[in-house]
């Protein structure tokens, strides 16, 4: 793990072994750092049979949603309980063989023992914070301890947690705080539990990161609370669910209360600085002041990003305490290497490892269960027509795009942009394209690059002009009928800074002279007899 250093940078050596180990609920350890005895004498009865099934509380949250489809791809059974099935329509995975839905509420202690029946291991990956709103640490508490009952009851062999870490104390948040109790009585239920503490979770849709990214994103002058200097030990996503797939098949990870952390110590302000970098925005400036609470740190976190006060309240809470790992016996149990800051934030923003846009940045590390706000701010303009052609014929006028054919309309304001781009040192027009009719993946047009090429079907162009985002042009073409064809085309824009959200509404009154032109234009082309 890493060292924050005096000058403000961080290191990756890892801290003394003599870091005093607390509050840990789990069997005495030998100088091993593996399970006492009483553990161990389990053996093998803590792992899955060929065939068992595993059970997962949480498919739709932000971890849950990503755990299950590697516990398939693993080859396990999985059994899930979700109080709003339609949430998982568009996952990927939805109808694999070996994945059962059983629709209910953990609330219901009978639903709750039916998805238990059978099963040999449970992840609880549920935090009430959204549902319950103020009484979510009671509600934690009740649903913990229906789970640990029935469980016990069902003959489950194993339970996993994901918790938090943060020493208890007088000054451990609520949130931090209900995530330790819910682990003190799973532990207590008679079955034994592996659990898990993480600090801040490094990924698309993890609320904690997408409060910073937000932030980082719109203000280019921060006034904060004092906990941006507070120490935490963050950790990417891909490594918690390593860890969590990878300890099914460790007995020795039965019973454990393991912390689990990237390389890097580092505190919210360097997060923040090299978040801003990262994004490629100009150096943020942050005042750290002594007299703003976590309730004003929520409400103006609300109003500033798409993160709802109530989520946002109990995480600014919880950013005042430290949340380093005290040990690091997860990498005796489970070695392998572990992601430091630099690269997870780099993994988190949809970036390849060499800093270049990946092609499909729209859809970059989201899942369909998501929260809206997930990912980052993306605007999008999206249009559709009916047009009385073949979804031959209108592909064949769609890839003529740009060049000496032009863009069906609105000449002097693509004329202009492009006289623009080139003022400030961007590709503009000039490019043209290669040849009038035929298009392939990678080539340019223009000021565009073609990033998504299926005939008769997509055209998908990325913007290469100079402009404060990432922005994408698509056309998707699919037959309505006989001779009939739907066109559809999506602007989407991703904003860089402040600076990006102004220039999105400085030109969203263009749109429909442009965009809309554009679609008569092409439906006038493709509607005409052929010579």
């Known amino acids: 793990m890493g060292e924050t250093r005096s000058d403000g940078s961080f290191s990756h050596e890892r801290p003394s072994r003599d870091v005093a180990i607390q509050d840990q609920p789990t069997p005495d350890l030998d100088g091993s750092g593996l399970p006492n005895s009483e553990l161990a004498s ?29 516990l398939l791809d693993a080859g396990y059974r999985v059994r899930c309980l979700v109080r709003s099935p339609d949430k998982l329509a568009g996952a990927p995975w939805r109808e694999h063989t070996r994945l059962e839905i059983v ?16 099963a040999q291991v449970v992840y609880y990956l549920v935090h009430s914070m959204i549902a319950a709103g103020a009484d979510y640490a009671e509600q934690d508490r009740r649903l913990a301890a229906n789970l640990g009952r029935v469980a016990q009851l069902a003959g489950v062999r194993r ?29 207590g239920s008679g079955v034994p539990v592996t659990a898990f503490r993480a600090a801040m979770i490094i990924g698309s849709g993890s609320a904690s990161f997408e409060i910073l990214r937000y932030l980082v994103d719109r203000l280019p002058i921060m006034i904060t609370p004092r906990w941006v200097k507070t120490q935490t030990q963050p950790i990417a996503v891909r490594d918690v669910l390593r860890y969590l797939v990878e300890c099914l098949s460790k007995p020795e990870t039965a019973g454990q209360t393991l912390d689990i952390g990237g390389r890097d110590v ?16 100009p150096r943020r400036w942050i005042i750290p002041v002594p007299v703003l609470t976590p309730r004003l740190s929520s409400l103006w976190i609300g109003l500033v990003t798409p993160v709802n006060s109530r989520i946002a309240r109990p995480l600014a809470e919880g950013l005042r305490n430290p949340t380093v790992c005290r040990d690091d016996r997860v990498r005796m149990l489970m070695p392998g290497p572990v992601m430091g800051v630099e690269e997870a934030i780099e993994a988190a923003l949809g970036k390849q490892l060499s800093g270049q846009i990946e092609t499909r940045w729209s859809t970059a590390g989201k899942i369909p269960s998501d929260p809206e706000w997930a990912g980052g701010t993306v605007y999008q303009d999206r249009r559709e027509i009916e047009i009385d052609a073949s979804p031959q014929e209108v592909f064949r006028v769609v890839r003529r795009i740009g060049g000496d054919h032009g863009y069906w309309g609105s000449d002097f304001l693509w004329s202009l942009r492009g006289w623009l781009d080139k003022l400030i040192g961007g590709p503009g027009l000039r490019r043209g394209r290669r040849h009038p009719d035929d298009l392939v993946f990678g ?35 699919e037959s309505s009928g006989v001779g009939k064809t739907k066109l559809t085309q999506t602007a989407r824009f991703r904003p860089l800074g402040l600076l990006g959200i102004c220039y999105w509404y400085a030109v969203v009154p263009l749109h429909y002279f442009v965009f809309q032109s554009m679609l008569s234009g092409i439906r006038q082309e493709a509607e005409q007899p052929a010579d």
Not at 103 to 118: K, M, W
Not at 170 to 186: G, Y
Not at 463 to 473: D, F, R, S, T, V
């Open 159 to 187: 339970m996993i947690y994901l918790g938090g870490l943060g020493d208890m104390g007088a000054d451990l948040s609520l949130h931090l705080r209900s995530r330790r109790e819910v682990e003190s009585i799973l532990s």
């Open 103 to 118: 629709p209910g509420d953990l609330e219901d202690v009978e639903a709750v023992r039916q998805v238990c029946e059978g």
């Open 266 to 281: 580092v505190n919210y302000l360097q997060m923040m600085r090299l978040m801003a970098a990262k994004i490629r925005l």
């Open 443 to 477: 080539e340019a047009v223009d000021f565009w690059r073609v990033t998504g090429y299926q005939p008769d079907r997509l055209l998908s162009l990325r913007a290469e002009m100079k402009l404060p985002g990432e922005a994408e042009l698509k056309f998707e073409v």
């Open 42 to 70: 389990q053996g093998n009865s803590v792992l899955i049979d060929p065939g068992g099934v595993v059970v997962v509380l949480g498919a739709t949250g932000y971890i849950g949603g990503r755990l299950v489809p590697r």
